[in-house]
């Protein structure tokens, strides 16, 4: 009987780490945040008054929401790369375009960090 009890308190489930979804909450509010604002810079390129297409807008336009969605929906060891990339767009896009649409990937940018700490701290 105490054989029993020992085989079903020492079930996989409460020896997985749980760490590297700790944070799923937060990828995917980057992912939904980052393509929202991608979404608004496009729709400011094509519009009756578009702004310039400089480096910065057009990386923004681009990049973003592709690589906060390898953030947010692959495993952590992927997820951590794509963390780095798609920090690197935000901060090199919000920084040349912070006139225009820059400020829009702030909250984007704010939850990819917030999400991605949670991959560290579990890194093995």
Known sequence: MA???????SSSASTAPAAPLEGWKWRRA???MAG???LITISALISAD??????AALLLAIAPAFLTAAFAFTKPSTARIAA???AGVLVAG???SFQ???????P???ALVIGAVPLWRTRS
Do not use: E, R, Y
């Open 3 to 9: 054989s029993d009890q020992a085989v079903f308190t």
């Open 30 to 32: 980057a992912f939904f």
């Open 36 to 38: 929202a604002a991608q």
């Open 50 to 55: 578009p702004i310039a297409a400089t480096w």
């Open 84 to 86: 780095v990339a798609a």
């Open 94 to 96: 919000i920084a040349g």
């Open 100 to 106: 225009h649409v820059g400020p829009l990937f702030l």
């Open 108 to 110: 984007a940018l704010i």
